[in-house]
């Protein structure tokens, strides 16, 4: 014969919940508002930019590259992550708080791979941009990581591919990489751990 239940292990024969379900009900919620309220653990709830910061900046970026009208469409792709990724607005320069500056250095372009003939069967451009990320109210340069001299703009890459013989072009593949371009801009901005 076995030994009889405890009152707490017995099955619950009653309508409503007994007392032991309503203690850890309570246990579970503390825990739980314990582990949110936890001061110093690392973790934040909401987006991964700075809350001190309100409004962006973006120019025209100068180029040094014999491509025309790209720099337009990194500004304009820029932007529209920042809309789409961040709580910051995009001001005029006289009005933001922070402006991003960007230099668009270089856009390469080589072959991956070759057909019998020597035509190119696959492509990859490489764009290149430096995006210096300066406070407006205390010019103070908000994003430098990385880099040992000061005031060393940081140096961002974008790459991507396309192949002439199925039918993909090289403006794909500039839209390709600058939108990959503008998602690694954004990503700058984010806040350090």
């Not at 962006?56 to 920042?82: G, M, W, Y």
């Not at 709580?87 to 070759?114: M, P």
């Not at 013989?165 to 901005?189: C, D, F, K, P, Y």
Request: proline content about 6%; some cysteine.
């Amino acid at each position: 014969m076995s030994a009889p239940l405890s009152p707490l292990f017995r099955p619950d024969t009653t309508d409503g919940p007994t007392l032991p379900r309503r203690q850890a009900g309570r246990l579970m919620l503390g825990l739980l508002l314990g582990a949110l309220g936890c001061p110093g653990c690392g973790y934040n709830i909401g987006a991964p930019f700075s809350q001190e910061v309100r409004s962006v900046a973006v120019s025209i970026p100068k180029s040094d590259s014999n491509r025309r009208f790209l720099e337009n469409q990194i500004t304009e792709a820029v932007q529209k992550q920042i809309q789409m990724r961040t709580h910051f607005r995009i001001a005029h320069e006289d009005e933001a708080d922070t402006s991003l500056v960007l230099h668009f250095n270089q856009l390469q372009k080589g072959a991956l791979g070759q057909t019998e003939n020597s035509d190119a069967r696959e492509l990859q451009i490489t764009l290149r941009v430096t995006a210096d990320w300066v406070d407006r109210r205390s010019g103070e340069v908000l994003r430098q990581e990385g880099f040992d001299l000061p005031r060393m703009p940081r140096q961002l890459f974008a790459q991507a591919e396309y192949a002439p013989e199925v039918g993909q072009s090289l403006a794909t593949a500039e839209t390709e990489a600058v939108n990959r371009l503008a998602r690694n801009i954004v990503n700058m901005m984010e806040t350090p751990w």
